[in-house]
């Protein structure tokens, strides 16, 4: 009888071991510790995210290890971590998993990444989230993670419960800096936008201003510094048609520059002229410090990284 052959290692061992389905679980529930069924506090759901940090710390201590793991890598070393990590799209497991690999990849590193630690964020950890988005964006409607039918029949979960969860699967669209992300944004927000129209009988009040939020390209660090509506009285169509104009009018911005200039600091690139005015025209919005600019632009010259951890931890 010939020998059993024998299964070959993994590359990844120590990621197998990290990128675990209690883990993105965990992510999950954290960031969403609402009934499924019970209308959410829309008010408190916007200042949990944009004004607050109560996700975070529940989470710090479980994710540190993970992020630091894919740290090690290259970005063409990495596995497909949607094809290696998560269930099967049919499983029924499937949203909230792919929910809370994105988190980790997109959400997390803005909550715990400081000096220069933010530059894994955004030339790094982004490019992950955005390879996930694209490799489910394309399944049919009934197995995408961010379906209102998958949400609704798999999870059981109501339109409240759904609007909240679909704004983290768009947001990673509206941080790419691709134009292709860019219009593939502006659908999802519309596909979101006539669900709640069609169930509310409300027409979004930012559909009579799409000149301005489509043509503005300093309309969304205005509106982020702004916040999102506050108050008791803060209905889900209120929170879902502010959400939708946020993030909308990131397009503007990737169309007259081809990338955000406010991120040419952290990730080393070069500011030309028309960047550093709109730059001071915005003020001091998602401002680096001196020293840290510095630094990162001395290990972009180098062609090296500073370990991810060296601000943070």
Known sequence: M????????????????????????????????????????????????????PFSPLVRDAVWP??????????????????????HPTDHSYPEQCLGLLLLLDNLPRLLFKGIDARWTFDFFDRLAQRVVHSWIGLPKQLRPDSRE?????????????????????????????QRDQQLGLGYTEETRLVVEEASGLLDPWRGKRG?????????????????????????????????????????????FGRYPWLNAITGRISTEEEEEYVKRIGSFAEVEEAVKRRVRRDVDAGRWTPLGTDSL
């Open 212 to 256: 301005v939020v489509l043509g503005d390209d300093t309309m969304f660090p205005r509106e982020y510094k702004l916040g999102p509506p506050q108050g008791e009285g803060v209905t889900m169509e209120q929170w879902v048609f502010w959400a939708g104009m946020l993030m909308d009018c990131h397009k503007p911005i990737v169309d007259r």
């Open 66 to 87: 993970a992020l630091l793991a894919l740290s090690k890598y290259t970005l063409d070393q990495l596995p497909d971590l949607h094809d290696r990590y998560l269930p």
């Open 150 to 178: 998958r949400w609704g029949d798999t999870v059981r979960a109501g339109m409240d419960f759904w609007v909240a969860v679909r704004f983290w699967f768009g947001v990673v669209l509206a941080h790419s800096e691709r």
């Open 2 to 53: 010939g020998e059993i052959p024998q299964a070959l290692p993994s590359p990844w061992p120590d990621l197998d071991a990290l990128l675990t389905p209690s883990l993105f679980t965990l992510i999950t529930s954290s960031r969403f510790p609402y009934s499924k069924k019970v209308p959410i506090n829309f008010s408190h759901f916007g200042r949990d995210i944009f004004l607050a940090d």
